[in-house]
């Protein structure tokens, strides 16, 4: 189990939970042997840090789980390999490779399926086959692995869009964290201060709490989607802040609101309401049985008598990483008890002169939703 210094939230619990589903799928679908992989990037990181509790920084890696064998990880760097030992739930933590970033390192994917063709496998699932590796590593693997490969993504993000009990405190945890952070957000928006300045700051409490990975967000102007820049914010301007960071244990999460500096327009603030109006509305809305796009529709009519672009989807699950579902117009599947949602209305007028965005956090409950910012969508006077 992991040697990391232990949270509130019961993480070997949630540990167990997620190798136990693991044995499952692995039982269900008769296979042999499951490769877990995954790189060092945010929507990339989430499968190797939910079965290993440790992701490099940019390089891939990878967990062999074979029937009855205790998993092996491989890296590509000596530091990685110490690391993901040291501070991950994998025991045996090996390295392979040079550390190369960019190409796709032939031997080190030669050894790793020498490993797996050891254990005489008939079917092997791969976790990232299709979607997160690149061509030529997929195909590297084809090639070398004895068996029928599946790719068993698809299979894996329903595991993971599920969160026990144990997983749902955790994120509570990593929130807490993120609404401490923008909370800072009321005392660093000043006119005249840039939007990196303003960042350091909330930067700073949420590295100073624990958080592993971060982007802060703050802008005025129809989008806000890009790192802190140079660009100062004026007066009389809507801003929208944004706190998504990955905690210590792992779980990743989101915080956005919306701030007025000095007077802004009439149409300005009909936005603003209206974003802030459709997470009232879904806030008491979300529950079991739903289907998805119950959620992008609430949004649409709240926007429906405004000339508006959207600028992002309107939300996804999240944990370990972004988890299914996708929050669409198209998406009919329905909402279940234990999946945790983010929803972040997100649009621009509709010449793109400014913009509006807000972010919760809901658990989905047996028989509701809990909102983490406790249902308070205020927009923020400045």
Partial sequence: MSNKLMTSYDEQAAVRYRWDQLDLLMETEKLDVVVIYGKGIITQYGFLYYFGGYYPILRPGFIIYAKGQEPVAYYSTRADSYLAKHMGFIKDSRYLGTGDVIHSEADLYKQISELIN?????????????SMMSGNQSTLFKQLLDGELLDITNNVEKIKGIKSPDEQDGIRQSFSVALESFEEFKHAIKPGRTSAEIAAD????????????????????????????????????????????????????????????????????????????A??????????????????????????????????????????????????????????????????????????????????????????????????????NI
């Fill in 202 to 277: 909330i930067e700073k409490i949420a590295r100073g709490k624990g958080a592993i990975d971060t982007l802060i967000f703050v802008e005025e102007g129809p989008y806000f989607l890009r790192k802190p820049t140079s660009n100062k914010i004026t007066n009389n301007s809507l801003v929208t802040a944004y706190v998504e960071m990955i905690d210590e244990n792992g779980y990743w999460v989101e915080k956005g609101g919306l701030f007025v500096v000095g007077e802004i327009s009439v149409e300005e603030m009909k936005l603003a309401e209206a974003c802030v109006n």
């Fill in 118 to 130: 050891s254990y005489e496998p008939n079917r092997v699932g791969v976790i990232g086959l299709e």
């Fill in 279 to 380: 997470m009232k509305e879904i806030n008491q809305t979300l529950k079991p049985g739903i289907p998805v796009n119950t959620v992008a529709n609430i949004i649409s009519k709240h926007t429906e008598s405004l000339k508006v672009k959207m600028g992002i989807w309107h939300g996804h699950g999240i944990g370990v990483d972004h988890d299914l579902p996708i929050l669409t117009d198209t998406d009919t599947s329905l909402l279940e008890e234990g999946m945790v949602i983010s929803v972040h209305p997100n649009f621009s007028d509709g010449e793109e002169k400014f913009g509006a965005s807000i972010a919760d956090v809901f658990v989905i409950t047996k028989d509701g939703a809990e909102s983490l910012s406790s249902g308070e969508y205020d927009i923020i």
